[in-house]
């Protein structure tokens, strides 16, 4: 039956609609009163009546969207639809009970919002769910004993979700800034950002950086807490690295700055010395070169106490470092390099009642290595050209300039301490014969023998020089005048073995010597000794070479 067939059927009487007696009740005005939508249906589905809200539904009827509905009047539960409304969709819940003489009434509920809300809700909680399993991070709550009823699945510390759940945390914090022992796990306050170091389950240490806030019962009663924690231990080893880092840095270029300020070059491992202990806070600190003419190391500067380093030189055969407890000593040593070659060591001294070495000091004493290996190549370089300026090219001996440059020192110092001395000057004979005959290589030969021969008759304590060409000079350190007679006698009679270099049998290679002894009392000065002796060297030239002359003392009359 449609509406107009209901509302045709009046009574004349009191005007009122004349219903059947299976919709008895379920009127407009009835219809009307419910919020939502409201149909009544006959056994085929027909729409009997309806509210004004039901437009959206009886379109959805009409267009096919919703069939048979009488049908699902035995269903248990309401049925769930969506319509699509212009670029919406409307989700609707629909109620059929049936009534009488076959009829139906459908009630319906717009549970779009209540659906978007249920699938939002679902969406968040799924999202924070992946976020946390996927993070590095931990969640956790604890209850009111202060013991753990949640963890994040994964777990944290290195221990799964299951073993933490109902522990202190107490017993996991070795370190946090707030007074609290296991804060901010039991903190009566929101806590944001807080460093704890933990232990894991491994044995070592981990920082986490922690955020909680409190659960409070209803009278403001704690009844735990319940936050997140964010691992930041490389976070803090790199910062800690680059702060040692940065230190060492700071320390090398102490110690750079100090070694650079020296002008001397062996006073920079001096400097280098005093300024590696200062800044390792060693005891002692040795440095060592490797000579270029020996095979061992040579102590070159030490700063402090230490012990006996042969032990700790001797490992440098096998390694280039050295760590021992040598007695009551921390010994930490390594050779210096330049250009990949050892050119000597450094050793540090540590005693006992400090701590030993840690990397930073290893680290750090490579890099003092480093800057000492340039300083011994410098020095070295320094003793080179020293050399070099000092001495002459071809024999090794001292050159003019710096045996003149000697004897001054030592005739200062003869003048103070009133000791002899003596002068020898040497001249070859016939030594352009050498040359002219057998050429210059022979030449060259002859005189390196020359200086074998002189060497040999003289002390370490003297000094042998080649004043240029054939000419030599000899300062006899202390030496009275029965001694230097006695080494021009000598070295004259070892000349015969300089005859095979001789340029002819009519010029032979021989030497002319003339010597001047300083008295220790005497007042002559320096030059006057050099002209004595020069001159004595060429009376001997004069009067037919091969002989020595000694210079009559000053003042008195030539012999």
Known sequence: MGEAEMTSALDQQNRQPVVPKSVVGLNRD???????????????????????????????????????????????????????????????????????????????????LERNLRSALVESRQRYKDLVDISSDFAWEVG??????????????????????????GEFVVETPTETESAPFASALALEDVEVWMNQADGSQACVLASSTPIRGESGEWLGA????????????????????????????????????????????????????????????????????????ALAAQFGEGGDEKKALDSFIDSDHYEEQDGPWHVLATVSRYRHSINGAILLWRDDQRQGWSDDDRLLIDDVANQVGLANEQIANHERILRLSRTDSLTGLFNRRAFFEEIARRFQRLSREHKPAALIYVDLDNFKAVNDVHGHQTGDQALLAVRDLLLHHTRPTDLVARLGGDEFA???????????????????????????????ADKPLHMSLGVAVHAGASGESLEELIARADKAMYEVKRDGKGHWRLAPAP?????
């Open 30 to 112: 009835s219809l009307e009163a419910y919020p939502g939508a409201a149909l009544v249906l006959n056994s085929d589905g027909v729409v009997l009546l309806s509210n004004e809200r039901s437009g959206l539904l009886l379109d959805a009827i009409h267009g096919g969207q919703i069939a048979d509905l009488p049908s699902q009047a035995t269903a248990p539960r309401p049925t769930i639809v969506s319509l699509r409304t212009g670029a919406n969709t409307v989700v609707l819940e629909l109620v059929v009970l049936p009534a009488d003489a076959g009829h139906f009434l459908v009630l319906a509920r717009d549970v779009t």
């Open 226 to 297: 319940r936050g997140i924690c964010r691992d930041i231990t490389q976070e803090r080893l790199r910062d800690a690295a680059l702060s040692r880092a940065n230190n060492r840095e700071r320390l090398l270029s102490y110690i750079v700055r100090t070694i650079r300020d020296e002008v001397d070059p062996i006073d920079m491992l001096r400097a280098a010395a005093e300024a590696t202990a200062r800044a390792l806070g060693a005891t002692g600190c040795q440095i060592f070169r490797l000579l270029p003419d020996a095979s061992d190391f």
């Open 144 to 169: 009111a004993d202060g013991r753990f009823v949640f963890v994040s699945p994964k777990g944290a510390l290195g221990y799964s979700a299951d073993e933490l759940v109902g522990r202190d945390p």
């Open 474 to 504: 000899i300062w006899l350190e202390a030496a009275e005048k029965s001694i230097a007679i006695r080494r021009c006698e000598g070295m004259l009679e070892a000349s015969a073995s300089l005859a095979h270099f001789s340029g002819s």
């Open 555 to 559: 003042g008195a009359a030539e012999s």
